[in-house]
């Protein structure tokens, strides 16, 4: 049974989705900052995807040079604000924190960057400055974490960058994909501002580059581009009543209420399909909306889950229940069309492969489901563009420098990775800047 009440106000929607992050204050970064053993060859820095020097900006916050250590980690991460709030820090950072090893709580690494790099930007206090132009021109397609990461490196370099999405506001999946548990759309919206402001890349909103015209006029008026288009919607499931009203993709869910917050109405009873990070969200979620029944179904073990354990202990402690090896095999209606349960079957897992046992059938109620099982490449659009192969998966093939088989071509983030943390597209976006710029000089 969920806690929660539908949220009816922006005031009861802030309360249900309380920052299970929240800032630190000055006391309590000082404090958490003299914990810190400064370690040499720190496990927590290589464990960091963007390699941030976290014992100096640790140390600098307790020698309160806050100033400091915000540019200590936007120089090495530009979603620095962002990533110490989203980030799987559990697995990272500070699940490499050698206090682990002792049994004592480790350093709360994402707080404390997320308290420097806050300061910073309420501050408005600006690292950078675009270099002088070089005369060559770069279009970012999206403007993702791995889009304006690389924007950001292009332009400290002299590059000219223009930077194309299809979306209202920037920041890709963080805006309109995490959880708004993890972080509002404040804090996105105030670190997008603060990087769009010291680089000072052209960010053209509610501009979609889909029709073959649009690449062919980019082809023409830019030296490089780079493709930070990230993954699809979400992926069919291909069984009966998958039309039905009350079916959602989890992507879409996740956006919708992340634009709309406390206007979205999430019915009594959901089901969500899917095991990884995205559907323990979408639970979660589901759950903070004041629906007082969400299960989520996997077709494989608890143990053989994508999602991170800290994921799956976030859903339960809000009243999602598991049901594992089931797999949907219809999608049933009322009347009106509208959802009224899933069929599932039981299954088993034989030599690694899913078999489902016949005469297993069961049907579970429910008003809303939600398909967390797996989203679209963008194959069509890259077929538009034309020479750059794909893997068997879908996602883009690029070397070392993240330049595709089009070399003109660059790419980094979900469309590469196959769906990775931010932090992943932001080190990897500064990669592919650098790709460019060897290209090109
Ligand atoms: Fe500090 Fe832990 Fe990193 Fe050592 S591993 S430097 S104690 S945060």
Redesign the pocket.
């Given at each position: 049974m969920s806690e929660f009440l539908p949220p009816r106000n922006e005031t009861q929607f802030a309360e249900n989705f309380t920052q299970i992050k929240p800032l630190m204050n000055d006391t309590e970064a000082y404090y958490e900052s003299s914990r810190?053993?400064?370690?040499y060859d720190?496990?927590?820095?290589n464990a960091c995807p963007t390699g941030i020097d976290?014992?100096l900006f640790?140390r600098q916050i307790n020698a309160d040079n806050v100033m400091g250590a915000a540019k200590t980690i936007f120089d090495s991460n530009y979603f620095g604000h962002a990533c110490g709030k989203v980030c799987p820090t559990e697995v990272l950072?500070e699940g490499?924190?050698?206090?682990n090893h002792s049994d004592v709580k480790?350093?709360e690494?994402g707080r404390l960057q997320s308290y420097a790099t806050d300061r910073a930007i309420q501050a408005e206090k600006y690292f950078y400055s675009p270099a002088p132009s070089n005369g060559k021109k770069v279009a970012v397609i999206g403007a993702g974490p791995a889009g304006i990461a690389c924007a950001c490196e292009l332009r400290l370099h002299g590059y000219e960058v223009d930077v194309f999405d299809s979306k209202a506001m920037p920041s890709g999946l963080t805006m309109y994909g995490v959880a708004p548990y993890k972080i509002t759309n404040e804090d996105v919206l105030d670190e997008m501002a603060y990087l769009e402001k010291q680089f000072g890349y052209r960010l053209f909103h509610n501009t979609t580059i889909a029709a073959k015209e649009d690449i062919d006029q980019l082809q023409r008026n830019y030296d490089a581009i780079f493709l930070g288009i990230g993954l699809g919607s979400t992926s069919a499931l291909g069984i009966p009543g998958e039309d039905l009203k009350g079916v959602y993709g989890a992507v879409e869910f996740i956006e919708e209420l992340k634009v709309h917050h406390h206007f979205v109405n999430v019915p009594d009873k959901v089901i969500v399909l899917g095991g990884g990070n995205t559907a323990m969200d979408a639970a979660s979620e589901s759950a903070r909306m004041g629906a007082s029944s969400v299960i989520l179904a996997y077709r494989r073990s608890k143990a053989e889950m994508g999602a991170y354990d800290f994921e799956y202990d976030l859903a339960k402690n809000v009243g999602i229940k598991g049901l594992f090896n089931v797999s949907p095999i219809e999608i049933l209606m009322r009347d009106s069309s509208a959802v009224s349960g899933v069929k599932f079957i039981r299954t088993r897992t034989v030599d690694g492969k899913v078999e489902n046992i016949p005469g297993s059938e069961f049907v579970v109620d429910c008003d809303l489901v939600i398909k967390a099982t797996g989203q679209s490449k963008q194959t069509s659009f890259l077929e538009k563009i034309g020479g750059i192969q794909t893997n068997s998966n879908g996602t883009i093939r690029v070397n070392e420098s993240f330049q595709t088989t089009n070399k003109k071509y660059f790419a980094a983030g979900d469309a590469v990775s196959g769906g990775q943390e931010v932090v992943n597209a932001v080190a990897d976006g500064k990669k592919a800047a650098h790709g460019i710029i060897n290209m090109l000089s």
């Open positions: 810190c053993l400064f370690c720190a496990p927590c820095v976290i014992p640790i950072c490499s924190c050698v206090y480790p350093i690494i």
